[in-house]
């Protein structure tokens, strides 16, 4: 099984069909919280839903085109992180997330970005990662910029949810400028 420990708190393991009970659980319980942001929300039913998602990315993780982890808290799933997309031949990634409601405001997202750039940089050997958020989310573009993400652009219109479109706000870090930050920061 492939584990990160975060910290004494929090572990990311990549998610196996095992888990996909649990996490639907998670997702069916945060519905309202979630759906706004992220439409699969809608599409995910059952746990069975949740079991060909997770069948999925482990085929792109074997592909090296994608990764879902889980997040545990203590023993308990509250939320997942990911690498929604991996360029190989550009060696760029894009990092996708979400929380149960209740686990929110303890920097767990916040923890787990830092520990999968770590892997993405370091093992990875990948050059750059991009978060993209809807403009008016701003927990989540909190994320990125909290981690001192450059704001490179706002895609405009790039996001359809439910009945209007929203711009994309592209942050992007390199990996030459996350080892210079954790040297400053001694990380
Ligand atoms: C986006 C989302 C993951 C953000 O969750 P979050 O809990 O705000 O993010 P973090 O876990 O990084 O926690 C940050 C908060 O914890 C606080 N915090 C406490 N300890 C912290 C620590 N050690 N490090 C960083 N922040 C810490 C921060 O101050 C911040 O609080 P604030 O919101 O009051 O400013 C969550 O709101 C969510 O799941 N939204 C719906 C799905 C979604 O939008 N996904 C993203 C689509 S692009």
């Known amino acids: 099984m492939f584990a990160f420990k975060v910290d004494d708190e929090i572990e990311l393991r990549l998610l196996e069909e095992r888990h996909a009970e649990e996490i639907f659980a998670v997702v069916d319980a945060n519905r309202a919280h979630l759906r706004q942001w992220l439409p699969w929300v ?9 079991k060909d998602y997770i069948k999925k990315m482990r085929e792109r993780f074997a592909a090296f085109t ?16 990911g690498l929604v997309n991996i360029d190989l031949h550009n060696r760029w990634a ?4 979400w929380l149960d409601a209740r ?38 573009r909190a994320i990125p910029e909290r981690l ?3 704001l490179e652009g706002r895609l405009r219109q790039t996001i359809w949810l439910y009945d209007r479109f929203w711009d ?20």
């Open 148 to 150: 001192g993400f450059k």
């Open 94 to 97: 894009e990092i996708g997330y």
């Open 42 to 50: 809608e599409e995910e039913v059952s746990a069975s839903d949740a």
């Open 103 to 140: 686990a929110q405001g303890r920097g767990i997202i916040t923890r787990a970005c830092r520990a999968l750039i770590d892997y993405t940089f370091d093992d990875l050997k990948l050059n750059r990662i991009v978060i993209r958020c809807a403009e008016g989310n701003y927990k989540s």
């Open 168 to 187: 994309a706000m592209m942050y992007g870090m390199l990996a030459d400028e996350w080892k210079a930050r954790e040297q400053v920061s001694g990380d």
């Open 66 to 81: 994608g990764m879902a982890l889980g997040i545990w808290q203590q023993g308990r799933i509250v939320g997942a992180i």
